[in-house]
């Protein structure tokens, strides 16, 4: 699953594939091909401000898809963007819209489980951190403290 999540696009294709979106957007009709090619190529840029106008791309492909399986591939890479840019609880909700479509997805499953352990390690980091600082103010407010013990004492 990281290999997909962490998947970066060559910055040639996505120009290859944006200047075709660009093209067929001029001519006023963008295809679901072509809407779909170039939203994924965002969502695997190295910029999350691309990551966020591929989802929105994929968003509005999903509003207007007429079947299931289009619904569930649309879903799901809108959930792998939502990991890219670090919004588990969004793509979490994504991935259960998928097992909504079809119950027994396994890549569905395989999501929600890489998501669920990324929520666990990064909220153990944030403990981490927030506990690090903790102990860092505290020993800067013990050692203050010592510090006008001492002083006081002296004097």
């Not at 793509?91 to 027994?104: D, F, G, R, S, V």
């Not at 980091?125 to 102990?135: D, K, Q, S, T």
Request: aromatic letters at 10%; a positive charge; charged letters at 30%.
């Amino acid at each position: 699953m990281d290999t997909i999540v962490k998947e970066n696009i060559d910055p040639k294709d996505l120009k290859s594939f944006e200047a075709l979106y660009i093209e067929q957007q001029r001519r006023g009709y963008v295809s679901e091909k072509t809407q779909f090619d170039y939203a994924w190529c965002l969502v695997r840029s190295r910029y999350i401000s691309d990551m966020h106008k591929g989802i929105e791309l994929l968003k509005d492909l999903l509003h207007s898809a007429k079947d299931d399986l289009s619904k569930r591939d649309y879903l799901y890479y809108i959930a792998i963007g939502f990991v890219r840019i670090k919004e588990y609880e969004s793509a979490l909700e994504y991935t259960e819209a998928i097992q909504k479509i079809e119950p027994e997805n396994k890549q569905a499953r395989e999501l929600q489980s890489y998501i669920k352990q990324k929520l666990k390690s990064d909220g153990l980091i944030g403990m981490a951190i927030v506990g690090g600082a903790a102990l860092a103010v505290g020993g800067i407010i013990g050692a203050t403290v010592a510090a006008m013990r001492k002083k006081k004492s002296n004097q």
